[in-house]
């Protein structure tokens, strides 16, 4: 299996239950790992047969300026999910990290896997 990734992929939006969490941005990292439908790309060398990296990123950006998610797991799932059924991707692996939210911690959060029913 191939698998491409994006480490350290920090983006602010809105996340939260308490009301200041619906006001203020938060910077939230993701790290994402995605198996890729198929090898063509690694034998052909076009990017016409490989899974582009940055629509993966605007996607992302699309999903978190269009929706307010309460918990970092809603916000996980939902682009685990756009990722599974958009780029045709078998399996995905996704971390997603609050940063610097409690003193002393440096990231909290949640990583999940997901693949293809």
Partial sequence: MDIIFLKEFR??????????????????ELNIE?????RQA????????????SQV???INAIL????FSLLEALTENIAQMILI???????KISAAKLDV????????????????
Avoid: N
Avoid at 11 to 28: D, F, N, V
Avoid at 42 to 53: Q, V
Avoid at 86 to 92: A, L, Q
Avoid at 109 to 115: L, P
């Fill in 11 to 28: 983006i602010k939006t809105l996340i939260g239950i308490y009301p200041w969490e619906r006001k203020i941005p938060q910077t939230i």
């Fill in 34 to 38: 995605i198996a890729l439908p198929s």
């Fill in 42 to 53: 690694g034998m052909s060398d076009r990017i016409e047969d490989a899974l582009d990296y």
């Fill in 57 to 59: 990123v605007h996607r």
């Fill in 65 to 68: 300026d269009q929706q307010h």
């Fill in 86 to 92: 958009e780029f045709d991707s078998p399996w995905v």
């Fill in 102 to 117: 409690i003193p002393g911690v440096k990231q909290l959060g949640i990583c999940i896997e997901r693949s293809q029913s």
